[in-house]
């Protein structure tokens, strides 16, 4: 699976009553741009009344997502880490960048959740960046539990 970045524009009705055009980020979980296309619109359906369009889908650069049930950890913030790793033929330290999406209330909560994610990685990674991302929402993909394979197993019928 690869995330997509999906932009909705839609007309928004704002606390005083005016109507505004916005333009807001998704995540989404898919195999390509065409199920990511037909994914969010199925997922925005329930939630804006009157029409809006996909105006945006592009590759998401995320290694990993930690997610959180928390009620409070309703925004989503991106971080660079540096996993540090050594060169076997010249000894020296060698740093790789990684991007990964953290689900959490603040910058401080980020970090602690991020931490808590990590633990059972063996990798050293320094933090070299964390800033909280545009993004409204992540659709993760789902099996539904009750799908049928499309073909009886050997033997049934």
């Known amino acids: 699976m690869t995330w997509f970045e999906c932009k909705i524009r839609y007309e928004k009705t704002l606390e005083n009553g005016m109507v505004k055009k916005v333009t807001e980020p998704y995540l989404v979980d898919a195999l390509s741009f065409t199920e ?17 369009t996909v105006s945006d889908i592009k590759r998401a650069n995320y290694s990993e997502l930690f997610f959180s049930d928390e ?14 790793t050594l060169d076997e033929k010249s000894g020296n330290e060698k ?13 401080r909560d980020a970090v602690k959740k991020l931490d808590e994610g990590m633990k059972g990685s063996m990798a050293d990674y320094e933090i070299a960046s964390m800033a909280e991302t545009p993004i409204m929402d992540v659709y993760r993909y789902e099996v539904e539990p009750d799908v049928k394979p499309e073909f009886p197993e050997a033997g049934q019928q």
């Open 36 to 52: 990511a296309e037909a994914r969010i619109i199925e997922e925005m359906k329930p939630f804006i009344s009157g029409e809006f």
């Open 71 to 84: 009620e409070a950890a309703d925004r989503w913030f991106k971080s660079k880490l540096l996993f540090i």
């Open 95 to 107: 740093k790789v960048a990684t991007n990964v999406l953290i689900q959490a209330s603040d910058l």
